[in-house]
């Protein structure tokens, strides 16, 4: 099985101990490896180094390489980001340059998984049903109500070895409808983990993005040659930039399938999301401490210190603290999402240093 890796990012969302030069998948910030390496890790099980693709940005391409320097697999640089979408198209037309007739696993470098095991037996079940056709994803099974993802329905009949058939996808809900899809045992969270045959995908990009599936088939003869980076960069600049979810999933004639899935997923995407996976780690106040620091009288807090100093923290509640060695973030942890807040006024300020 072919397994493609996005390892694209801004670093805006773990802002100030992640930058737009060391984004989230390069941070060590669960377990002792950084995310991008801990996903590789995942997918080993499934595909051998030869049948993974890592698709970075230019900028992020030395520390990719870096990180995943004793392994052999390929890399395909993008000269900027375009979203998703393009990425995925890329990946699936470097497949077909292979030969790849069988089923892709297409998944972000920067999530978490707490059961790998569980994981892989859903991206099998997925590769199982779509041999012949058709694209399925991952359902995270909803742990409680959340409105920070997008949502997955699927029909209430013609199940199939635990797969359904999708009926709609959901944007973000509120959390009243939040609260009505966790009932209903029909909607999962959308990880944007999918499955489906190279032939399939770029069917489906000829449909739906005809001129850049044309460029890209032009591209092709351009693979593993000097001429394949300004190819690509005169491709990329005519292509808009959108998510294959909007692109594609969401306009498709083809079967989609969702694959309802229990493996401890979080798409860590918030200094809360990742205190929630790190909350066995927290001390009887339910604090999660991290780094030369203490805790004195606080409560459901996260103090992370990195940066080469002691914190000590005093009568907090619910308080994020991120020290570094240039940057200190002070924040309320329910609103920790809020972050790129911060990153935006200091793009407004063109205060680069700190970006």
């Given at each position: 099985?072919?397994?493609v890796?996005?390892?694209?990012?801004?670093g805006?969302?773990?802002?100030?101990?992640?930058?737009a030069?060391?984004?989230?998948?390069?941070?060590?910030?669960?377990?002792?490896e950084?995310?991008?390496?801990a996903?590789?890790?995942?997918?080993?099980?499934?595909?051998?180094?030869?049948?993974?693709?890592?698709?970075?940005?230019?900028?992020?391409?030395?520390?990719?390489?870096?990180?995943?320097?004793?392994t052999?697999?390929?890399?395909?640089?993008?000269?900027?980001?375009?979203n998703?979408?393009?990425?995925v198209?890329?990946a699936?037309?470097y497949?077909?340059?292979?030969?790849?007739?069988?089923?892709?696993?297409?998944?972000?470098a920067?999530?978490?998984?707490?059961?790998?095991?569980?994981?892989?037996?859903?991206?099998?079940?997925?590769?199982?049903?779509t041999?012949?056709?058709?694209?399925?994803?991952?359902?995270?099974?909803?742990?409680?109500?959340?409105?920070?993802?997008?949502?997955?329905?699927?029909?209430?009949?013609g199940?199939?070895?635990?797969v359904?058939?999708?009926?709609?996808?959901?944007?973000k809900?509120?959390?009243?409808?939040?609260?009505?899809?966790?009932?209903s045992?029909?909607?999962?969270?959308?990880?944007?983990?999918?499955?489906?045959?190279?032939?399939?995908l770029?069917?489906?990009?000829?449909?739906?993005m005809?001129?850049?599936?044309?460029?890209?088939?032009?591209?092709a003869?351009?693979?593993?040659t000097?001429?394949?980076?300004?190819?690509?960069?005169?491709l990329?600049?005519?292509?808009?930039?959108?998510?294959?979810?909007y692109a594609?999933?969401?306009?498709?004639?083809?079967?989609v399938?969702?694959?309802?899935?229990?493996?401890?997923?979080?798409?860590?995407?918030?200094?809360?999301?990742?205190?929630?996976?790190r909350?066995?780690?927290?001390?009887?106040?339910?604090?999660?401490?991290?780094?030369?620091v203490a805790?004195?009288?606080?409560?459901?807090?996260?103090v992370?210190?990195q940066?080469?100093?002691f914190?000590?923290?005093l009568?907090l509640?619910?308080?994020?603290?991120?020290?570094?060695?240039?940057?200190?973030l002070?924040a309320?942890l329910d609103?920790?999402?809020?972050?790129r807040?911060?990153?935006?006024?200091?793009?407004?300020?063109?205060?680069?240093?700190?970006l």
């Amino acid at each position: 099985m072919i397994s493609v890796i996005m390892a694209g990012g801004s670093g805006t969302r773990f802002w100030p101990l992640s930058r737009a030069s060391y984004p989230k998948q390069f941070l060590k910030i669960v377990g002792n490896e950084p995310l991008l390496r801990a996903t590789y890790e995942r997918i080993r099980p499934l595909s051998t180094d030869e049948e993974i693709l890592v698709v970075v940005g230019r900028e992020h391409e030395e520390e990719t390489r870096r990180i995943l320097a004793d392994t052999r697999v390929k890399i395909l640089v993008e000269p900027f980001g375009r979203n998703t979408a393009p990425c995925v198209g890329l990946a699936a037309r470097y497949a077909a340059h292979l030969g790849a007739k069988g089923p892709l696993a297409v998944l972000p470098a920067d999530h978490y998984v707490a059961d790998p095991e569980a994981f892989q037996d859903a991206i099998r079940k997925a590769a199982s049903v779509t041999e012949n056709g058709g694209i399925a994803t991952l359902g995270i099974v909803p742990t409680r109500p959340e409105t920070g993802y997008g949502y997955i329905e699927r029909q209430t009949e013609g199940a199939l070895d635990g797969v359904y058939r999708v009926r709609r996808f959901v944007e973000k809900p509120p959390l009243e409808t939040a609260a009505r899809y966790f009932q209903s045992g029909r909607h999962y969270w959308n990880a944007g983990i999918f499955v489906a045959t190279a032939a399939t995908l770029l069917k489906e990009f000829a449909l739906h993005m005809p001129d850049f599936a044309a460029g890209v088939d032009a591209l092709a003869e351009t693979f593993d040659t000097d001429r394949f980076a300004p190819a690509l960069e005169t491709l990329y600049a005519a292509t808009e930039n959108i998510s294959f979810d909007y692109a594609i999933m969401e306009k498709t004639q083809e079967a989609v399938y969702v694959v309802p899935t229990h493996c401890g997923w979080s798409d860590v995407g918030s200094w809360y999301s990742l205190y929630d996976v790190r909350r066995s780690e927290a001390d009887s106040g339910g604090n999660v401490l991290e780094g030369d620091v203490a805790a004195f009288d606080c409560k459901d807090s996260f103090v992370v210190g990195q940066g080469g100093r002691f914190v000590a923290a005093l009568g907090l509640k619910r308080v994020l603290v991120v020290d570094t060695a240039d940057a200190l973030l002070v924040a309320d942890l329910d609103r920790s999402q809020e972050v790129r807040r911060v990153v935006e006024d200091l793009k407004d300020k063109k205060r680069q240093d700190l970006l």
